[in-house]
């Protein structure tokens, strides 16, 4: 089974940037969609960033759109998170997950989850933003 790892994660004052990677083991990026999920503490999971690895289509939730971009280098089998403009409220473990179900979309993965049994989830990242 494939295996994901996040990495990148640590703190950063308010304004800073940070980038994020979603590394996957194995042979190539097995998952029909890779998606950015994160968790603040008290507050339920927010799936932030999905992309389609079938025809590259991306979605943003609104608390990260325009200030995160979400890539895939396929050669180096990693999705990155690119995060910019840091706020205290992204704050939280930042989670990467793949999704093999075939017909998931980019915004199903993120506004409702991986499907159930078929996919993966690392282990988690923490991103800080303090000053």
């Known amino acids: 089974q494939v295996q994901l790892a996040e990495s990148g994660g640590g703190l950063v004052q308010p304004g800073g940037s940070l980038t994020l990677s979603c590394a996957a083991s194995g042979l190539r990026l097995n998952y029909y969609a890779i998606g950015w999920f994160r968790q603040a503490p008290g507050k339920d999971r927010e799936g932030i960033s999905c992309i389609n690895l079938s025809d590259g289509d991306t979605y943003y939730s609104d608390s990260v759109k325009d200030r995160f971009t979400i890539s895939v280098d396929n050669d180096k089998k990693t999705v990155y998170l690119r995060m910019t403009n840091l706020k205290a409220e992204d704050t939280g473990l930042y989670y990467c997950?793949?999704?093999?179900?075939?017909?998931?979309?980019?915004?199903?993965?993120?506004?409702?989850?991986?499907?159930?049994?078929?996919?993966?989830w690392g282990r988690g990242t923490q991103v800080t933003v303090s000053a």
């Open positions: 997950a793949g999704d093999s179900w075939s017909l998931i979309s980019e915004k199903a993965m993120c506004q409702l989850g991986p499907t159930p049994r078929q996919s993966s």
